[in-house]
């Protein structure tokens, strides 16, 4: 059964960073793609960050140098750092999963950046 726990979620103060945190279970971080996905009020979800199961990362232009996704594969842990954060980066951020067993969500973490 596929697991993905996120964390480090807050408020934060524009112009600050956090780094959130995917825990997965029941598959292997490095044989799937991991990604960072963002709701924010009102808005659709989409998509802010992915990591291919070859390592390849790859970013929405709206954080573009300002987000870092990285993975630890022995820790099946997805990393998700953020700076320079804006008030626009305010949402519930989700993990997802996919990979030849399905797609995967986790319960997501909220975000806040205050002005």
């Known amino acids: 059964q596929v697991q993905l726990v996120e964390s480090g979620g807050g408020l934060v103060q524009a112009g600050g960073s956090l780094r959130l945190s995917c825990a997965a279970s029941?598959?292997?971080?490095?044989?799937?793609?991991m990604g960072w996905h963002r709701q924010g009020p009102g808005k659709q979800r989409e998509l802010v960050a992915v990591?291919?199961?070859?390592?390849?990362?790859n970013y929405a232009d709206s954080v573009k140098g300002r987000f870092t996704i990285s993975r630890d594969i022995a820790k099946k842990t997805v990393y998700l750092q953020m700076n320079s954060l804006t008030p626009e980066d305010t949402a519930v951020y989700y993990c997802?999963?996919?990979?030849?067993?399905?797609?995967?969500w986790g319960q997501g973490t909220q975000v806040t950046v205050s002005s």
């Open positions: 990591v291919t199961r070859g390592g390849i990362t």
């Open positions: 997802r999963s996919s990979s030849a067993v399905g797609n995967y």
């Open positions: 029941g598959v292997t971080v490095s044989f799937t793609t």
